[in-house]
Structure formats: C-alpha cells, structure tokens
C-alpha cells in the first residue's frame, strides 16, 4: 500500500516558535501537498512540489515555507507560529501514473495536529 | 479561482433514507474525488470519477460526475448509522482543491 506518514501526530508549540512538520512518502510518488484544515473551512491548500527542489504557493501560504530536498521528504516550516495556525496538517502526495492504475490519486498521511500556545 | 462549493453543510437524517450531497465547481475538470473523514481521522478515498458521466457504487453510496454542469453527487441510499461522517469533494486539476465538507448525521 502506498503510505504517506506524518512524524508527529499531536504538536504543542510557543508562540514564535519555529517549527518543522515532516511527511515521507514510500511510493516513489512524483507531487507531494501540504493542507490544513480547519472547521468549516474544509481542506486549504498550502504549499505543494511537483518535483524535488521545486515548490509552488497554494492558496494560503503566508506564515509558512516548504522544503523539498528529497523525492520522499517534503517539510512544512512555519517560521514564527502564531496562535492562528492552531490546525490539523495534512500531507499527501500523488503520481501522474495512468488513471487506474496501481497507486494512481491522491493518498493523505494521518494529520499532525498542532496547537500554538 | 477555483471555486468548489458543496452543500448541505449539515445533513441530519433518519435511518432508512435517501439523500443527495451535491458539489458544483467553477472550472473545466473531468477528476473528482470524494472522501469520507470520521472524527480525529485523516481522509479515506471513497471513490475517483475521471470523466463525464462517471458513474461508481459502492454498498450505499453512490458518485456521479457531470463535466458539462460541473457537478457532482453523492447520493445515499437507506442511510444506516455507520455513514455518519464528514464527505469531502475535491476537484483534481494537478492539485486537490476541496469543498467545505458536508457532515452527515444518522439517527435510528
């Protein structure tokens, strides 16, 4: 099975704080994605890669940065946390394999939550 | 910007019924996703639609995709307890954009 794991499942951080959030994936998998979400708000897109050392912004990517420097490995860094990014974490990654075939879609990690104090 | 809207928000409904979850997006995409996500849980792939007309079922839920409307349905069928959930649609256009999920009730 493809698997997609978050390093950490609950975070407690101090406001300023900097803080890595780790997700490795074991399927070779070309695009990896960070979200948060939040309720009501659903899934929001962060940061996504669709290569190694290659990122993009996603629809809200103030407070945060990526890194990417392996295929498999694919960080979220909030460089000073805040109180307001108190949220669940997702990570997924993706392949552009043929529609059907094994591994084909988008597959999520388990979810860091994290709370800033 | 890709504007994914799902509805109802809430859904409360009675054992035995049928209902229908709907998401329309604001942009050309033959690939959805729909996803279930219970409590504390991340997210389980109920069913990939990759083109207009899409068609997938499994036990009491059902997708379809419409491309031309730009929509979507999850359609349940005599609802049971265990379905209680959030549903999440997600448009694919080389990245996920999600709806605001629907959580879903089922009382005896």
């Known amino acids: 099975d493809v698997k997609v794991t978050q390093s950490s499942r609950y975070l407690v951080k101090r406001t300023g704080e900097k803080v890595f959030l780790e997700c490795v994936q074991d399927?070779?998998?070309?695009?990896m994605f960070w979200y948060r979400q939040d309720p009501g708000l659903g899934l929001r897109l962060i940061y996504f890669?669709?290569?190694?050392?290659?990122?993009e912004k996603g629809d809200i990517p103030e407070g945060y940065s990526v890194s990417r420097e392996k295929k498999e490995r694919f960080s979220l860094i909030l460089e000073s946390a805040s109180t307001n990014q108190t949220s669940m974490y997702l990570c997924?990654?993706?392949?552009?394999?043929?529609?059907?075939?094994?591994?084909?879609?988008?597959?999520f990690g388990s979810g860091t939550r994290l709370t800033v104090v | 910007e890709l504007k994914v809207e799902q509805n109802p928000l809430f859904l409360s409904m009675q054992e035995g019924k049928n209902y229908t979850i709907y998401c329309n997006y604001s942009?050309?995409?033959?690939?959805l996703y729909w996803y279930r996500q219970d409590p504390g849980k991340s997210l389980e792939s109920l069913f990939v639609?990759?083109?207009?007309?899409a068609v997938k079922q499994e036990g009491r839920l059902m997708a379809s995709l419409d491309t031309k409307a730009r929509l979507s349905t999850l359609h349940i069928t005599a609802a049971v307890h265990d379905l209680s959930a959030t549903y999440f649609c997600?448009?694919?256009?080389?990245?996920?954009?999600f709806g605001t999920g629907t959580r879903l009730q089922v009382f005896p």
């Open positions: 997924a990654s993706s392949t552009y394999e043929t529609p059907g075939a094994y591994g084909y879609g988008y597959t």
């Open positions: 399927m070779d998998h070309e695009n």
């Open positions: 890669s669709y290569d190694v050392k290659m990122k």
């Open positions: 942009t050309t995409s033959d690939r």
């Open positions: 639609l990759l083109s207009n007309g």
């Open positions: 997600a448009v694919d256009t080389d990245k996920l954009i």
